[in-house]
């Protein structure tokens, strides 16, 4: 099964800056016939899809409260994701993770091919 493992959370003051990073493995196929996206759980909250990203790079989406502030991209030769963070804002605080997705509709969803791990914690505070 896939497995992913999230990385470059930390601890930034408001308007900062992040990159996480996913790395992929356990593939049955080609990395870049995965769709895959980035979600993240609050304190207190579900887990939510916040940024996808299609086989080709074709197609990306973005849930409306990280629109304009984050850029998802991918590596597939190095089998990676990526998630550049600008702007952040103390309700972007939360465990974030990857997954693979189906894209559709305007939106994205988990699809349930991986696991989840343990993600990686991005706090926004002063």
């Known amino acids: 099964q896939v497995q992913f493992v999230e990385s470059g959370g930390g601890f930034v003051q408001p308007g900062g800056s992040l990159r996480l990073s996913c790395a992929a493995s356990?593939?049955?196929?080609?990395?870049?016939?995965?769709?895959i996206g980035w979600f993240r759980q609050a304190p207190g909250k579900e887990r939510e899809a916040i940024s996808c990203?299609?086989?080709?790079?074709?197609?990306?989406y973005y849930t409306g409260s990280v629109k304009g502030r984050f850029t998802i991209s991918r590596d597939n030769a190095l089998k990676s994701m990526y998630l550049q963070m600008n702007s952040l804002k103390p309700e972007d605080t939360a465990v974030y993770y990857c997954?693979?997705?189906?894209?559709?509709?305007?939106?994205?969803?988990?699809?349930?091919?991986?696991?989840w791990g343990n993600g990686t914690l991005v706090t926004v505070s002063s």
């Open positions: 356990g593939l049955r196929t080609n990395y870049d016939h995965y769709a």
């Open positions: 990203i299609s086989t080709g790079s074709f197609s990306t």
């Open positions: 997954a693979t997705v189906n894209m559709g509709g305007g939106k994205c969803y988990y699809n349930g091919m991986n696991n």
